[in-house]
């Protein structure tokens, strides 16, 4: 018995993609750019201004954490020209003696220009305050390139100089209540306010 075989139709030769095909691929892919993009637009805006509200909020954690712990009078320190948040301690207590060396070593930065470009100028006082009145930062942070700080607001009144603000943190953990706002390079702000006694934190968005 002669084994029995079935033939297969010829393979039809291979073919490239027609033009509708390609131009369904390109449609496709357009359609997802559209779609994604201003996803991701949205998900980029208003980065640089959020990073900068989660650094103040850090800073204001750890200056109300450090006094209380350490039983220290703890503050921070706001600067508009440079955007640098500061925590800084000071060894007296709380007292009128320590407040007039505080307004005195706010002064100081008014009268010295904090914004200046000489940093060793700088230095030199902050050494000066640390060996008068023990200020000192203990933690430093800055807004993000592009935001600035536009406003601040305190409970207390105190208004050290145009361009530096200061508020305190007693070892009771009694936070000074204050409001900063708080602008990017795109127009979009943040206003920040930072309850009196509990120190928590509530933050509004403009042109967002």
């Given amino acids: ?23 369904l691929v390109v449609m ?8 994604v993009i201003p996803g991701y637009v949205n998900s980029m805006r208003g980065a640089k201004l959020k990073s900068s509200v989660e650094s103040i909020r850090s800073v204001n954690r750890h200056a109300k954490a450090m006094a209380v ?12 020209e440079t955007g640098v948040i500061d925590v800084i ?15 005195m070593e706010m002064a100081g930065y008014r009268a010295m220009g904090l914004g200046d470009s000489n940093e060793s100028i700088q230095d030199e006082y902050e050494a000066e305050q640390r060996e008068l009145f023990g200020v000192e930062a203990v933690m430093t942070r800055k807004l993000a390139k592009g935001v600035m700080l536009t406003e601040f607001e305190s409970n207390t009144g105190e208004a050290f100089d145009r ?16 409001m900063l706002r708080i602008e990017d390079d795109k127009g979009i702000a943040a206003i920040l306010t930072v309850e009196h006694i509990t120190g928590s934190i509530s933050v509004e968005y403009e042109n967002y």
């Fill in 1 to 23: 018995m002669k084994p029995h075989f079935t033939k297969r139709p010829p393979l039809r030769a291979r073919r490239g993609f027609t033009l509708i095909e390609l131009l």
């Fill in 28 to 35: 496709i892919a357009a359609l997802s750019v559209v779609l």
């Fill in 69 to 80: 712990l350490q039983q220290k009078n703890m503050g921070i320190r706001y600067n508009e």
């Fill in 89 to 103: 301690t000071m060894k007296r207590s709380s007292n009128t003696a320590s407040m007039d060396g505080y307004t």
């Fill in 163 to 178: 361009t530096v603000h200061a508020v305190r943190y007693p070892p009771t953990g009694v936070v000074e209540g204050h």
